[in-house]
């Protein structure tokens, strides 16, 4: 399965680059801490039911030291914002990321 972010780079760089650039910019603002914009993300992307994101991102939280209950809780509340959506589409392959990822927070 190819990465949508490469073949972006590829047919459109300058997109790429400017989206690259917001990230850094948003990233940079001080208010959040690495781990908190990693639990946020998780939690956005589970509610929009975006599995494979909020997977991709579960390793992060990790790595800036969420803990299993921390990103376990932040798929619970996205119940209270967006249904059921992001409990069965989501919750468990994130716990099995978080398992797979093998970093100690």
């Keep these: 399965m190819k990465n949508p972010f490469d073949t972006l780079k590829q047919e459109a760089p300058q997109v790429a680059e400017a989206f690259n650039n917001l990230i850094s910019a948003i990233s940079n603002t001080g208010g959040l801490d690495a781990k908190t914009r990693q639990l946020v993300f998780v939690g956005i992307k589970a509610a929009q039911g975006d599995t494979a994101a ?26 209270t914002v967006s249904g059921i959506q992001g409990i069965t589409h989501c919750l468990i392959p994130v716990l099995d990321a978080y398992d797979r990822a093998g970093l100690q927070p």
Excluded at 63 to 76: P, S
């Design 54 to 79: 909020a997977v991709a991102h579960t390793p992060m939280a990790k790595k800036e030291g969420a803990t299993r209950e921390e990103i376990r809780d932040t798929i619970l509340m996205t119940l």
